[in-house]
């Protein structure tokens, strides 16, 4: 995908450090992407204990985690500037705000950017503690996307994701969490999982397949600048990480009912509709999954 270069100043980026007090469990917030299971695959964790920790984390409310840890000062071109994938990142971020900003404004809906934030290894968000083993996510708590870009290398060689676009589609599937944390989607889900607990999981799964969805509509306002392979790139980075995919491939019994993600068939079924349709209103998943 032909993404112009961003301009520093209109993008919010930071940079994290590699070292921080304690560790410990990662609480991510609402709306991880489901390349949080792929950590647990590739990392050798158990699959149904981070399971259960995501399920933990998804009725917390923003503000509880712990508060963001600044990182050393840098300019955006320094920070975006370290290593190839940063920059992918840093490119997809601006282009990212453009297109998204324009249908709030259309809607005289409040429109804010998120933060995208670089770390390595470990750190902490306005949700909690970061980890690399989560794989990139989207804090409410504070807007930010996490990044350890490290991550790629990981999606490339060992799920075999390749190509820039399966990158991009990465950093769209969070920047769409950050969508439904404007129009406050996010915190009626997060209401209504705790009214009924036994559907808190499906409900995740229409959060992160309308996620799925997002990530298409930006590829799709911004059809002149895919190039071919792009959308395969695409259908084949949203089929390695279904929940059915990943537990397949750990040795696991495919389980359903702990689908936090929606399966391999379901994310290429909605990334493919928003990359059709290039319309947000196509991405109802919550009255048609």
Same mark, same amino acid.
């Given at each position: 995908?032909?993404?112009?270069?961003?301009?520093?100043?209109?993008?919010?980026?930071?940079?994290?450090?590699?070292?921080?007090?304690?560790?410990?469990?990662?609480?991510?917030?609402?709306?991880?992407?489901?390349?949080?299971?792929?950590?647990?695959?590739?990392?050798?964790?158990?699959?149904?204990?981070?399971?259960?920790?995501?399920?933990?984390?998804?009725?917390?409310?923003?503000?509880?985690?712990?508060? !963001?840890?600044?990182?050393?000062?840098?300019?955006? !071109?320094?920070?975006?500037?370290?290593?190839?994938?940063?920059?992918?990142?840093?490119?997809?971020?601006?282009?990212?705000?453009?297109? *998204?900003?324009?249908?709030?404004?259309?809607?005289?809906?409040?429109?804010?950017?998120?933060?995208?934030?670089?770390?390595?290894?470990?750190?902490?968000?306005?949700?909690?503690?970061?980890?690399?083993?989560?794989?990139?996510?989207?804090?409410?708590?504070?807007?930010?996307?996490?990044?350890?870009?490290?991550?790629?290398?990981?999606?490339?060689?060992?799920?075999?994701?390749?190509?820039?676009?399966?990158?991009?589609?990465?950093?769209?599937?969070?920047?769409?969490?950050?969508?439904?944390?404007?129009?406050?989607?996010?915190?009626?889900?997060?209401? !209504?999982?705790?009214?009924?607990?036994?559907?808190?999981? !499906?409900?995740?799964?229409?959060?992160?397949?309308?996620?799925?969805?997002?990530?298409?509509? *930006?590829?799709?306002?911004?059809?002149?600048?895919?190039?071919?392979?792009?959308?395969?790139?695409?259908?084949?980075?949203?089929?390695?990480?279904?929940?059915?995919?990943?537990?397949?491939?750990?040795?696991?019994?495919?389980?359903?009912?702990?689908?936090?993600?929606?399966?391999?068939?379901?994310?290429?079924? *909605?990334?493919?509709?928003?990359?059709?349709?290039?319309?947000?209103?196509?991405?109802?998943?919550?009255?048609?999954?």
């Amino acid at each position: 995908m032909r993404l112009d270069r961003f301009n520093p100043d209109n993008i919010r980026v930071t940079q994290g450090g590699s070292r921080f007090p304690g560790g410990g469990g990662g609480k991510i917030g609402c709306g991880a992407l489901v390349i949080v299971l792929i950590g647990m695959f590739v990392f050798g964790v158990d699959p149904q204990q981070m399971l259960g920790t995501i399920d933990s984390v998804q009725q917390q409310e923003p503000g509880q985690g712990a508060p !963001a840890q600044p990182g050393q000062p840098q300019s955006a !071109a320094q920070i975006c500037g370290q290593n190839e994938y940063a920059l992918e990142a840093c490119n997809a971020l601006s282009s990212l705000n453009q297109t *998204w900003e324009q249908p709030f404004k259309q809607a005289n809906i409040a429109f804010e950017q998120p933060e995208l934030h670089f770390y390595n290894g470990t750190d902490r968000s306005g949700c909690g503690a970061a980890q690399s083993a989560m794989g990139p996510f989207y804090c409410p708590a504070d807007q930010g996307i996490y990044i350890d870009t490290s991550f790629y290398d990981e999606l490339d060689q060992k799920l075999g994701a390749k190509g820039d676009f399966a990158r991009y589609y990465v950093v769209a599937h969070e920047y769409g969490h950050h969508v439904q944390h404007l129009l406050g989607l996010d915190a009626k889900v997060r209401r !209504a999982q705790q009214q009924n607990p036994s559907q808190a999981n !499906a409900l995740q799964v229409r959060m992160e397949l309308q996620a799925d969805c997002y990530a298409g509509v *930006w590829a799709g306002k911004n059809r002149n600048r895919i190039e071919p392979g792009d959308m395969e790139e695409g259908m084949t980075a949203a089929s390695a990480i279904g929940d059915d995919t990943l537990m397949k491939n750990a040795g696991q019994r495919v389980s359903p009912e702990s689908f936090t993600h929606g399966s391999s068939a379901q994310r290429m079924k *909605w990334l493919k509709r928003g990359l059709d349709s290039g319309n947000e209103d196509a991405c109802d998943t919550f009255s048609d999954v």
